[in-house]
């Protein structure tokens, strides 16, 4: 069953899920590659320990882009969709999204949960395409 909202809702909603599924399989990418380069002998390991500074920032700035487009989609699901199934399973999806990604006892980049996060976002994408 379509929910009946306007065209600039429906793409405000598919930016903000797909920038932010991008983001947190960016983080996922990231912290798989820290199990790979274990070697600290090697020179591939210090290459890649020297650039982990240069890329912390982006990083938080991943974690940044998932927080904002979480609150986002909360504030446009109320506000814009019709009360329903969508409107509840967004905004379920985003406080999933957002327990997956913070971690109260840990900076902005570590003991992150990317992958289910991004799992999220994907099934919140793919219901705002099939109900819109």
């Known amino acids: 069953m379509a929910v009946d ?16 599924h ?14 790979i380069y274990t070697d600290e002998d090697s020179i591939s390991h210090t290459y890649y320990t020297a650039s982990i500074e240069c890329e ?9 882009t998932i927080r904002s487009a979480v ?9 814009k969709l019709p009360a329903g199934l969508l409107q509840t399973r967004l905004q379920h999806g985003c406080e999933r ?21 991004a799992a999220y976002l994907d099934a919140m994408l793919r219901r705002v395409e099939e109900e819109i």
């Open 97 to 117: 999204v957002r327990i997956a990604i913070e971690d109260p006892d840990a900076d902005a980049t570590t003991k992150t949960q990317p992958l289910l996060a």
């Open 71 to 79: 609150e986002t989609i909360e504030t446009v699901s109320t506000n």
């Open 5 to 20: 909202v306007p065209a600039d809702v429906e793409a405000v909603l598919t930016q903000l899920l797909t920038a932010s």
């Open 56 to 64: 912390q920032s982006s990083m938080t700035d991943e974690v940044q």
């Open 22 to 35: 991008e983001a947190a399989l960016t983080i996922a990418t990231r912290q798989n590659a820290d199990d």
